[in-house]
């Protein structure tokens, strides 16, 4: 019996059958939740070796006679494991804390004044001590970084969602929302989608709004150590 042989190879046919076979859609992706875009950008700030900005924080105070608004301007320099230098001004008042790796220091000096240089038993003594002078500023990345200083971590917030995404200067971020454990404090944070970092926060209490944004952003740059000590730092006219 003589066989038969396809004049056609079947390699040759395979292409065209599957073009007509139904097509198989991939699933979606899941949505990333809040709670892990925060536990992202905890472990960004904990596996980097050094970090910079420069931001502003503007606080709204709801007063009886009206809404009277601070605007509190500040930098930061950090380098692992423990090195620390953040300054701050409000009007005539400025503050700065610093750690050169082997003590904590902080020097404030209120209605331009030229305060003391004072030594902290620690840098996160030193964290707390300018946390309320400077509007929130020297907690909120400073303790992601150096989460021991940290009483409150961004992490702890309940309530979470993510309502969407929103571009700060060119930058893609999520939108995350939530509550405070131990308050009715509402916050809004900006976490960019690539660089997992804290590029905004917005706090509403009670009586008070406060509006923190960090801009020029460097990480793991080289950073001269004379920047952590105070001491050794020219002084500026009018100190």
Same mark, same amino acid.
């Given at each position: 019996?003589?066989?038969?042989?396809?004049?056609? &190879?079947?390699?040759?046919?395979?292409?065209?059958?599957?073009?007509?076979?139904?097509? #198989?859609?991939?699933?979606?992706?899941?949505?990333?939740?809040?709670?892990?875009?925060?536990?992202?950008?905890?472990?960004?700030?904990?596996?980097?070796?050094?970090?910079?900005?420069?931001?502003?924080?503007?606080? $709204?105070? @709801?007063?009886? *006679?009206?809404?009277?608004? &601070?605007?509190?301007?500040?930098?930061?320099?950090?380098? @692992?494991?423990? @090195?620390?230098?953040?300054?701050?001004?409000?009007?005539?008042?400025?503050?700065?804390?610093?750690?050169?790796?082997?003590?904590?220091?902080?020097?404030?000096?209120?209605?331009?004044?030229?305060?003391? #240089?004072?030594?902290?038993?620690?840098?996160?003594?030193?964290?707390?001590?300018?946390?309320?002078?400077?509007?929130?500023?020297?907690?909120? #990345?400073? $303790?992601?970084?150096?989460? /021991?200083?940290?009483?409150?971590?961004?992490?702890?917030?309940?309530?979470?969602?993510? *309502?969407? *995404? /929103?571009?700060?200067?060119?930058?893609?971020?999520?939108?995350?929302?939530?509550? &405070?454990? @131990?308050?009715?404090?509402?916050?809004?944070?900006?976490?960019? *989608?690539?660089?997992?970092?804290?590029?905004?926060?917005?706090?509403?209490? /009670?009586?008070?709004?406060?509006?923190? #944004?960090?801009? &020029?952003?460097?990480?793991?740059?080289?950073?001269?150590? /004379?920047?952590?000590?105070?001491?050794?730092?020219?002084?500026?006219?009018?100190?």
């Amino acid at each position: 019996m003589t066989s038969f042989k396809p004049s056609v &190879h079947l390699p040759l046919l395979l292409p065209l059958l599957l073009a007509f076979l139904p097509a #198989v859609a991939t699933p979606a992706a899941a949505p990333e939740s809040a709670a892990s875009i925060l536990r992202s950008m905890s472990h960004t700030y904990a596996a980097m070796a050094s970090y910079q900005d420069v931001g502003e924080v503007t606080t $709204t105070y @709801r007063m009886g *006679t009206g809404p009277e608004k &601070h605007t509190t301007r500040f930098a930061t320099w950090f380098s @692992r494991p423990d @090195r620390l230098r953040f300054v701050w001004q409000d009007g005539e008042s400025k503050g700065r804390i610093w750690s050169d790796g082997e003590a904590a220091y902080s020097r404030h000096s209120p209605y331009g004044s030229s305060g003391p #240089v004072r030594k902290e038993a620690s840098l996160s003594l030193a964290i707390a001590g300018a946390t309320g002078v400077s509007n929130n500023a020297a907690y909120t #990345v400073p $303790t992601l970084l150096f989460p /021991e200083a940290a009483d409150f971590r961004l992490e702890q917030i309940e309530e979470l969602q993510v *309502t969407g *995404t /929103e571009s700060l200067e060119g930058r893609e971020c999520f939108v995350i929302m939530g509550k &405070h454990p @131990r308050s009715d404090s509402l916050y809004t944070l900006w976490v960019g *989608t690539e660089d997992r970092l804290l590029h905004r926060i917005r706090k509403v209490g /009670e009586r008070t709004i406060h509006d923190e #944004v960090r801009q &020029h952003i460097r990480v793991d740059r080289p950073i001269p150590a /004379e920047i952590f000590n105070d001491l050794l730092l020219p002084t500026p006219s009018g100190r």
